[in-house]
């Protein structure tokens, strides 16, 4: 078995080996895996953190050894804790990393930070706070990070940078958690998931005070949530109808 760490702020994860194959999720710097297949110029991953599979450039990650795969899995997560920070190598070459990307790894990347840490498990109060970091933040289908953010990236990044494991699809994480009955059992950081016509998980996001709650739908925003979904008071229409409220912490 192979093993890798993302060594770039951002690499993109596909669903097939290709270049102009779909982006379906992000590796942040620091991330491990698995190398589940490798091939001349792609290898297929399996991430570490919520076991997520996808194809990576060769050229956008470092081979390690199982031991230090290991160690940094096994060790409490060191996440950046500001929107944007940088990194350095011996040589004084900076690689500007994204909010909670793994630092774990520093030593085995023989790379230098010098900015804000943070490590272990948070107040669940914190949650909404994290998740103003990407309030206006786009909406990019498998992205991950302040610059690009699909809807369950936002859910599992606020998580994660609490102290808290999250799958990376909407439909995943809401088998997590225990159900609610009513919205007003709800307290701040619980996630609301919302259904397509046939049933199916397509949205979440996360519950904030009186009714209201943020999410990524065209950017991170925040809109009304009653007993029907979410209602987006610029178009006076609910853009999606909710499915069940999950408690995961």
Known sequence: MLYGICNLGIVPMRSEPSDTSELVSQLLYGD?????????????????????????DNK????????????ITNS???????????VSDASQNIFTIPLGATLNGLEILNHKFDGNKQSGQQEK??????????????????????????????TQMVYKI???QLKRDAS??????????FIEES???????????????IHVGIIMEDNYIIHAHGKVRIDRLDHSGIYNADRNIHTHKLRVIKKII
């Open 187 to 201: 307290e701040p950081g619980d996630l609301a998931f919302f259904d397509n016509a046939d049933g199916d998980i």
């Open 32 to 56: 491990c895996f698995k190398v589940l297949e490798k091939r001349k110029k792609w290898s297929r991953i399996r991430v570490a953190f919520d076991k997520y599979e996808a194809w990576i």
């Open 125 to 154: 109060s914190n949650l909404i706070n994290t998740a103003f970091n990407y309030l206006n933040s786009p909406y990019l289908w498998g992205g991950k990070t302040p610059f690009g953010i699909d809807c369950s990236g936002f």
């Open 60 to 71: 956008q990650y470092l081979e390690i050894e199982a031991d230090d795969y290991k160690s």
């Open 172 to 181: 995943q994480q809401a088998i997590q958690g225990d159900a609610l009955s």
């Open 76 to 86: 409490k997560p060191i996440l950046s804790q500001d929107l944007l920070e940088f």
């Open 162 to 164: 609490n102290g808290y």
